[in-house]
């Protein structure tokens, strides 16, 4: 049998469970039970043995059936209201790439002159598209959509003896600034509905207004750092603007006029995210009562079923055979495996909680670290996560080990509200492996970036966003 990755997860994962199971016989039961689940689990998402998703249900599966979960409650996770929230903001997305509005909006940046006047400023205008595009869009679909302009552009620019090199860090660039620009809203990035979740558990509820002006700091803060770090290598290389100018100027005259399904989708989308940002602000003024009746009758995830109601009904005109703005066709091709996994994975970080796991890993990780040196405690924290992610799903990582962080909180009595912004921000910060971000795979899948590369790059990326997010959480703990 051929040791392949997933080869390796079948064979490592029971072998990996057994052991815990001995290692912790000092602890309860359900704790006990709960450790080798998640250690098996774990193992079987880094390893991709079977869906991201599929593993999430063995493991509950699993808990079911050893009896410390009770198969009524086990999976009602998958009717939680942020699986709603999931499922209006990726079919939104989805009209976005279905009529074309995303490389539209990307062309009509990159027509601009003053994007095209050196090879850094072409890079920051493809670098702005995919972070501005990734707080609403799924970064995979931005970087996606973006891949084949950017390889026709490098093409262009580049001389073949010194632009390999170039058009490598225009491509992680472009990779990196999806990830950062993910983390700006709630719905950016799947980390960030399950960070929003755990904490409503805990009785900390974030509106979508309030996430955005604790994450826009940071994504701004690291954007900038991976611009600065970027013109260092593409400062080196040389630059014909004519060509660039006639290339982005021949995809423009390419590009269709506005069509009515772009308009539609434009429309609906605007009027998300006024009713997204609506109680935040009403919050913030001082309207108690408006932003109460916002908050119960147009919360995140009914606005976001609203608005994809809206782009189901909404024919736009002689397109799509005079059926909606989005078809059924469109309800199978968003990103399930994401929302099952959500689903399964709250339900398996749930009983890490309930079992009182949580807060046995709170007190372990407390007696080798000391609670008073919270700078230390959370840049470890988040170094921890950072680079787990690497290896393995974003939104597995966040599932596993979110909860272990509010233990290790409750343990030394800091509030919670920070440092799992922290935690939750990094699972989006790995920069060094194409299997870490979807982004990082697909233009690894483009041929034209090396590993060693992408592992060098974004090494220091990964160092420098978590003394940022440190930085970040421990002022926004002193104010």
């Known amino acids: 049998m051929q040791l392949s990755r997933r080869n390796t997860g079948l064979l490592l994962a029971p072998v990996l469970a057994i052991l815990v199971w001995f290692l912790a016989a000092g602890l309860p039961y359900e704790a006990r039970i709960v450790a080798t689940i998640m250690v098996f689990c774990l193992t079987f998402w880094m390893t991709e043995v079977i869906p991201l998703s599929m593993t999430a249900?063995?493991?509950?599966?699993?808990a079911v059936m050893v009896g410390v979960a009770q198969i009524e409650t086990a999976f009602q996770n998958l009717g939680h209201p942020i699986i709603l929230l999931f499922i209006g903001s990726f079919l939104l997305a989805r009209s976005m790439t279905r009529h074309g509005l995303d490389k539209r909006i990307a062309l009509f940046i990159l027509s601009q002159p003053f994007f095209q006047k050196s090879l850094f400023r072409l890079f920051l205008g493809f670098s702005l598209v995919s972070f501005v595009l990734s707080m609403w869009v799924s970064n995979s679909v931005t970087v996606a959509m973006l891949l084949p302009l950017i390889l026709g552009v490098t093409q262009l620019v580049c001389h073949q003896e010194e632009g390999k090199?170039?058009?490598v860090y225009f491509l992680l660039g472009i990779a990196y600034s999806a990830s950062i620009g993910g983390i700006s809203t709630i719905i950016g990035s799947p980390p960030n509905l399950i960070g929003v979740n755990y904490l409503a558990q805990q009785g900390v509820r974030i509106d979508f207004l309030q996430w955005m002006l604790m994450a826009i700091p940071v994504s701004l803060s690291m954007y900038g750092g991976m611009l600065l770090y970027m013109y260092?290598?593409?400062?080196k290389s040389g630059y014909n603007r004519d060509l660039v100018k006639n290339y982005v100027q021949e995809e423009v005259s390419n590009k269709e006029k506005l069509k009515k399904g772009e308009l539609i989708t434009m429309g609906v989308?605007?009027?998300?995210?006024i009713l997204w940002l609506s109680p935040g602000f009403l919050n913030l003024f001082g309207f108690e009562e408006a932003y109460t009746f916002m908050s119960t009758y147009f919360a995140e995830s009914t606005v976001a079923v609203l608005a994809a109601l809206l782009l189901f009904l909404i024919p736009p005109g002689k397109e799509n055979e005079g059926k909606g703005t989005i078809t059924a066709d469109d309800l199978v091709k968003i990103d399930w495996d994401t929302i099952?996994?959500?689903?399964?994975?709250m339900a398996l970080g749930q009983l890490v909680v309930s079992s009182g796991l949580a807060d046995i890993i709170g007190r372990g990780i407390t007696t080798f670290v000391d609670p008073d040196q919270q700078f230390m405690l959370i840049f470890i924290l988040v170094l921890l996560v950072l680079f787990l992610t690497e290896v393995s799903s974003n939104t597995a990582i966040a599932i596993t080990f979110v909860p272990?962080?509010?233990?290790?909180?409750?343990?030394?009595?800091?509030?919670l509200l920070y440092p799992v912004l922290g935690v939750v921000l990094a699972c989006s910060f790995a920069f060094m492996l194409p299997v870490a971000t979807p982004p990082n795979a697909i233009v690894y899948g483009s041929k034209q970036v090396p590993i060693g590369t992408m592992v060098r790059t974004g090494l220091l990326l990964n160092l420098f966003g978590a003394v940022l997010i440190t930085m970040w959480v421990m002022l926004y703990m002193a104010l």
């Open 404 to 415: 272990i962080i509010i233990g290790v909180l409750h343990e030394i009595q800091v509030p």
């Open 57 to 62: 249900f063995l493991g509950v599966l699993l």
């Open 232 to 235: 260092y290598f593409l400062s």
């Open 165 to 167: 090199d170039t058009s």
């Open 340 to 345: 099952l996994l959500f689903g399964g994975g």
């Open 269 to 273: 989308f605007t009027v998300a995210v």
